[in-house]
């Protein structure tokens, strides 16, 4: 968690350090890349395209939005809302998970929203959406579907 940790307590510090270092962003989001994808893949490029993930490092590096993207931990951190009690959701929610990662979040998931759709995916991390795109636009679409 010292990701967290750096991005709500200094995030202009860690902006102004990856602004100024291409190398730095690289190291900085392959990092969390190498640990936050698919346990089973070895390296970053095993679970996500290495073209896709230099583009996304790229993304921030030539926009300048490392600071932007901290900066929502710190005011996270820094708004006693945030954690505050609310209603519950009413909206039909899907949720999928990648396992073995995520599945801890069901008890909030279904405790905040209106949980209809829960799917757990054998395989993927947190980045999903690049690791197991056809699975997870199955099952987007699966959801609408069943809202008609």
Known sequence: MG???IQSTRPETLAFGLHDSPVGQLAWIIEKFKEWTDPAAELPEDA???DTLLTNVSLYWFTGTAGSSAHLYYEMAHDPAAWAPKDRGTVPTAV???LPADVAIR????RDHHVVRWTEFDRGGNFLSLEQPELLT???TEFFTTLG
């Not at 008890?107 to 279904?110: G, I």
């Open 107 to 110: 008890r909030f998931a279904e």
């Open 48 to 50: 996500v395209d290495r």
């Open 3 to 5: 990701f967290n940790v």
């Open 138 to 140: 199955k099952d987007i």
């Open 96 to 98: 999928a998970v990648a």
